[in-house]
């Protein structure tokens, strides 16, 4: 094989799973860096190939839901 330039290593911080794409490979599409701020303000930066990003968009949308609740729980309370 001849000397390729231009290769992105990637490695799913889920499972592992590792990819070497070349630049405008269509794979890479497949791959997605996520950003989320822990509970006690932490924010993190994490890569996931697209199997582990479905898992955690599934993840995020019930925290979403929590969170929505929390908030609505708290309005009904207020009596202002």
């Known amino acids: 094989m001849p000397k390729q330039t231009g290769i992105t290593r ?3 911080d889920r499972c592992g799973r590792v990819a070497h794409l070349a ?4 794979e890479a599409g ?9 509970a ?3 924010d993190n ?3 996931f190939c ?3 990003a479905a898992e955690y968009r599934k993840a995020a ?7 929505n609740a929390f908030i609505l729980k708290g ?4 009596r202002g």
């Open 30 to 38: 497949d791959w997605r860096e996520v950003r989320r701020v822990t």
């Open 23 to 26: 630049e405008g490979a269509p």
């Open 50 to 52: 697209k199997e582990c």
């Open 75 to 78: 309005k009904e309370g207020y």
């Open 61 to 67: 949308a019930e925290q979403d839901a929590a969170f």
């Open 45 to 47: 930066s994490r890569l």
């Open 10 to 12: 990637y490695e799913c």
């Open 40 to 42: 006690d303000g932490v």
